[in-house]
Nanobody, 123 residues
Framework: QVQLVESGGGLVQPGGSLRLSCATS???????IGWFRQAPGKEREFVGT????????HYEDYVKGRFTISRDKAVNTVYLQMNDLKPEDTAVYYC?????????????????WGQGTRVTVSS
């Protein structure tokens, strides 16, 4: 199955910003895309999702006001803008394609997972 490709991770100081990219390819431009993250020893958790049109987004409480998801279908890319980063944001970040009829907020509702991009927030 086709995988999405995440990029843009790296090392950043607390309070800094990063923009992650998710290369979807054109075949997924009419699907909702989700962002998840997983820290070592922890379960994968929901970060946020963007609708098929890009007109609506939903976020988990711990990133509201700091993270923004957007999409640019002209370049087949979904973005996760991460501002005011905190050490507890350290994780591998993944994007995935929401399965029609699947949960918007749980990993089991998504397919085509990428290999992730690592974000480390440390001083």
């Amino acid at each position: 199955q086709v995988q999405l490709v995440e990029s843009g991770g790296g090392l950043v100081q607390p309070g800094g910003s990063l923009r992650l990219s998710c290369a979807t390819s054109g075949q997924f431009n009419d699907y909702s895309i989700g962002w998840f993250r997983q820290a070592p020893g922890k379960e994968r958790e929901f970060v946020g999702t963007i609708s098929r049109s890009g007109g609506s987004t939903h976020y988990e409480d711990y990133v509201k006001g700091r993270f923004t998801i957007s999409r640019d279908k002209a370049v087949n890319t979904v973005y996760l803008q991460m501002n005011d980063l905190k050490p507890e944001d350290t994780a591998v970040y993944y994007c995935a394609v929401n399965r029609p009829g699947g949960s918007f907020y749980k990993p089991e509702g998504y397919d085509n997972w990428g290999q992730g991009t690592r974000v480390t927030v440390s001083s």
